[in-house]
C-alpha cells in the first residue's frame, strides 16, 4: 500500500510540474502573441483633415481629388526662400509641379524665371506658355526627342538658342547633338550631367571634360553653358561618424575639380556670369547654403512634400498635397474571395482590418492618412477602380465621408487627377490644371 501510495505521489507531483512546464509556454505564447499583434490604430478626422473633407463636400468633388493647400505651399516657399543666401539662384523643378499656373505662382512668389524641365512634350508647352522662361533640361533627351521639340515648336517670343541649356552625359550624345544642330542649322548651348556620387550617369572625372570642350569650341553651333550635378544621395548618408560630412565634401571638391578644369581650358576667354552651375534637389538643397561654387538651386518636391520627402533635412517643410475621395461601401467585417474561413483569424490578429472601407479610385502612389489607422489589404490586392481600405472597429467612416491620402511623390500622381482643387481658409477656393502629355 506504501509503495502505491508513493508512485501515486511521484506521478501527480511530474504531472504538476508538467503543468507548470505548460502552463509556462501557454503563457510565454500569449505573450509573444500581444507582443507582435498590430497595435490598434483609429480615430477620427482631426480638426485640420475635417476641414479639408467640409471644403470638399461642399466644393460637390464627389470624386478623386487633388488637393494643394495654398496657404502650406506659401509657407513652403517662404521656407525656401529663408535657406537661399545672397547671389544663390532657384530653379523650379517643373516635373514635381506639373501645372503651368502652379509654376507661374512659384515663379511669381519666388522671382524666378528658371525652369528645370524633363520631358519633351512640356518643354514645348513651357516654351509656348511661358515664353519669358530660361530652361535647363534635367535629364539628357534623346536626340530625336530634341529635334521633335524645333519641329513642333511654333512662332513666339521664346528662343531656344538663348533659353534652353541641353544636358550632355557622354561623348556620343554631344556628337548626335552636334549633327542635330548642323542639320537643323541652330545654336545648342550645352550643359555637362556630373556624377557627383549618385552614380547614375554624367561625367566623373575632370579629365573627360577637355576633349568635350573641344568639340564644343570646334563646331560653330555649340556653346558651352556650365554643369549640373544632382546629389539626393547626400540626404540618405548616415551623419554618424562624419559619413555625411566627408560625402558632401567629396561631392563639392568633385564639382569645384570640374569648374577648375573649365576655367583652365576657357583661361582668358572665361565668362563666369554666362555659366550655370547647378546643384542640389529638394532633399538636399539646405545643405548648400554655404556653397561658393554653385550658382543655383534646383527644388520642386519640397514644396508640396510628398511622403517620400518626409526626411529630416525637409523637417521644416510642410505637407501641401492631399487626395481626397468618397467611401462608397462599409462592410463591418473583412471578407476575403474564396477564403472566408480564415476571417475570423485575419480580422483577431490585426485588429485594424475588423472592418472594410470601399472607395471611389484607387491603387495610387499614396498613402491613406486621415482617418488614422486605414491600410490596404494585400491578400484581397490593390485596385484602381474601388479600392479595399481596412481599419479597426472603431473607424467611424460612413458612405459619402472621404478619405484623405498624401502621394508618396508629385511628378506622376499630379498628372493623374485633372485640375487641381486649391485648398485655402477652409474652403476651396479655385483650380489649377495639369500638364497635358501630347500627342
Same mark, same amino acid.
Given at each position: 500500500?506504501?509503495?502505491?501510495?508513493?508512485?501515486?505521489?511521484?506521478?501527480?507531483?511530474?504531472?504538476?510540474? &508538467? +503543468? @507548470?512546464?505548460?502552463?509556462?509556454? $501557454?503563457? !510565454?505564447?500569449?505573450?509573444?502573441? =500581444?507582443?507582435?499583434?498590430? *497595435? %490598434? /490604430?483609429?480615430?477620427?478626422?482631426?480638426?485640420?483633415?475635417?476641414?479639408?473633407?467640409?471644403?470638399?463636400?461642399?466644393?460637390?468633388?464627389?470624386?478623386?481629388?487633388?488637393?494643394?493647400?495654398?496657404?502650406?505651399?506659401?509657407?513652403?516657399?517662404?521656407?525656401?526662400?529663408?535657406?537661399?543666401?545672397?547671389?544663390?539662384?532657384?530653379?523650379?523643378?517643373?516635373?514635381?509641379?506639373?501645372?503651368?499656373?502652379?509654376?507661374?505662382?512659384?515663379?511669381?512668389?519666388?522671382?524666378?524665371?528658371?525652369?528645370?524641365?524633363?520631358?519633351?512634350?512640356?518643354?514645348?508647352?513651357?516654351?509656348?506658355?511661358?515664353?519669358?522662361?530660361?530652361?535647363?533640361?534635367?535629364?539628357?533627351?534623346?536626340?530625336?526627342?530634341?529635334?521633335?521639340?524645333?519641329?513642333?515648336?511654333?512662332?513666339?517670343?521664346?528662343?531656344?538658342? &538663348? +533659353? @534652353?541649356?541641353?544636358?550632355?552625359? $557622354?561623348? !556620343?550624345?554631344?556628337?548626335?547633338? =552636334?549633327?542635330?544642330?548642323? *542639320? %537643323? /542649322?541652330?545654336?545648342?548651348?550645352?550643359?555637362?550631367?556630373?556624377?557627383?556620387?549618385?552614380?547614375?550617369?554624367?561625367?566623373?572625372?575632370?579629365?573627360?571634360?577637355?576633349?568635350?570642350?573641344?568639340?564644343?569650341?570646334?563646331?560653330?553651333?555649340?556653346?558651352?553653358?556650365?554643369?549640373?550635378?544632382?546629389?539626393?544621395?547626400?540626404?540618405?548618408?548616415?551623419?554618424?561618424?562624419?559619413?555625411?560630412?566627408?560625402?558632401?565634401?567629396?561631392?563639392?571638391?568633385?564639382?569645384?575639380?570640374?569648374?577648375?578644369?573649365?576655367?583652365?581650358?576657357?583661361?582668358?576667354?572665361?565668362?563666369?556670369?554666362?555659366?550655370?552651375?547647378?546643384?542640389?534637389?529638394?532633399?538636399?538643397?539646405?545643405?548648400?547654403?554655404?556653397?561658393?561654387?554653385?550658382?543655383?538651386?534646383?527644388?520642386?518636391?519640397?514644396?508640396?512634400?510628398?511622403?517620400?520627402?518626409?526626411?529630416?533635412?525637409?523637417?521644416?517643410?510642410?505637407?501641401?498635397?492631399?487626395?481626397?475621395?468618397?467611401?462608397?461601401?462599409?462592410?463591418?467585417?473583412?471578407?476575403?474571395?474564396?477564403?472566408?474561413?480564415?476571417?475570423?483569424?485575419?480580422?483577431?490578429?490585426?485588429?485594424?482590418?475588423?472592418?472594410?472601407?470601399?472607395?471611389?479610385?484607387?491603387?495610387?502612389?499614396?498613402?491613406?492618412?486621415?482617418?488614422?489607422?486605414?491600410?490596404?489589404?494585400?491578400?484581397?490586392?490593390?485596385?484602381?477602380?474601388?479600392?479595399?481600405?481596412?481599419?479597426?472597429?472603431?473607424?467611424?467612416?460612413?458612405?459619402?465621408?472621404?478619405?484623405?491620402?498624401?502621394?508618396?511623390?508629385?511628378?506622376?500622381?499630379?498628372?493623374?487627377?485633372?485640375?487641381?482643387?486649391?485648398?485655402?481658409?477652409?474652403?476651396?477656393?479655385?483650380?489649377?490644371?495639369?500638364?497635358?502629355?501630347?500627342?
Amino acid at each position: 500500500m506504501r509503495d502505491s501510495f508513493e508512485k501515486i505521489k511521484e506521478k501527480l507531483s511530474t504531472l504538476s510540474r &508538467r +503543468q @507548470i512546464i505548460l502552463g509556462g509556454g $501557454t503563457l !510565454a505564447a500569449a505573450g509573444f502573441i =500581444a507582443n507582435q499583434r498590430p *497595435a %490598434k /490604430n483609429a480615430g477620427a478626422h482631426n480638426d485640420y483633415f475635417l476641414s479639408l473633407q467640409n471644403a470638399v463636400k461642399q466644393a460637390n468633388l464627389a470624386r478623386p481629388t487633388l488637393v494643394i493647400d495654398k496657404q502650406r505651399l506659401d509657407q513652403n516657399i517662404a521656407t525656401l526662400r529663408s535657406h537661399l543666401r545672397t547671389g544663390m539662384n532657384y530653379r523650379i523643378v517643373a516635373k514635381s509641379l506639373p501645372s503651368l499656373p502652379m509654376l507661374e505662382y512659384v515663379m511669381k512668389e519666388t522671382g524666378t524665371n528658371r525652369l528645370m524641365v524633363f520631358h519633351q512634350p512640356f518643354l514645348n508647352l513651357v516654351a509656348t506658355r511661358l515664353p519669358d522662361a530660361d530652361i535647363l533640361l534635367g535629364k539628357p533627351m534623346p536626340v530625336a526627342a530634341a529635334a521633335r521639340f524645333y519641329d513642333e515648336l511654333g512662332r513666339g517670343r521664346f528662343t531656344p538658342a &538663348r +533659353q @534652353i541649356q541641353w544636358l550632355i552625359d $557622354t561623348p !556620343a550624345r554631344l556628337a548626335e547633338y =552636334a549633327e542635330l544642330a548642323t *542639320a %537643323k /542649322n541652330i545654336d545648342m548651348r550645352i550643359n555637362f550631367e556630373l556624377d557627383v556620387g549618385l552614380h547614375r550617369g554624367g561625367l566623373r572625372e575632370p579629365g573627360e571634360l577637355p576633349a568635350l570642350l573641344n568639340a564644343i569650341d570646334a563646331h560653330p553651333r555649340l556653346s558651352f553653358s556650365g554643369f549640373m550635378g544632382y546629389d539626393p544621395h547626400l540626404a540618405s548618408v548616415p551623419g554618424v561618424l562624419g559619413w555625411q560630412a566627408s560625402a558632401f565634401e567629396s561631392s563639392t571638391g568633385l564639382y569645384k575639380a570640374f569648374i577648375n578644369q573649365a576655367k583652365s581650358h576657357y583661361g582668358d576667354r572665361w565668362q563666369q556670369d554666362h555659366m550655370t552651375f547647378n546643384t542640389a534637389g529638394s532633399p538636399t538643397y539646405q545643405m548648400h547654403e554655404g556653397s561658393t561654387h554653385a550658382t543655383e538651386i534646383a527644388v520642386g518636391s519640397a514644396l508640396v512634400k510628398p511622403t517620400h520627402f518626409d526626411v529630416a533635412t525637409l523637417d521644416d517643410h510642410v505637407p501641401a498635397s492631399f487626395i481626397t475621395t468618397p467611401v462608397l461601401k462599409v462592410r463591418d467585417k473583412t471578407e476575403i474571395p474564396a477564403l472566408e474561413a480564415i476571417g475570423p483569424l485575419t480580422r483577431f490578429w490585426d485588429r485594424n482590418s475588423a472592418k472594410t472601407f470601399f472607395i471611389y479610385g484607387g491603387n495610387w502612389l499614396a498613402d491613406p492618412v486621415s482617418p488614422p489607422g486605414l491600410q490596404t489589404n494585400d491578400l484581397f490586392g490593390r485596385s484602381s477602380n474601388q479600392e479595399m481600405l481596412n481599419g479597426s472597429d472603431e473607424v467611424t467612416l460612413t458612405t459619402n465621408d472621404y478619405v484623405v491620402l498624401r502621394p508618396t511623390q508629385s511628378e506622376f500622381v499630379f498628372l493623374q487627377f485633372g485640375d487641381m482643387a486649391l485648398f485655402e481658409a477652409g474652403e476651396i477656393t479655385d483650380t489649377w490644371s495639369v500638364f497635358t502629355q501630347g500627342a
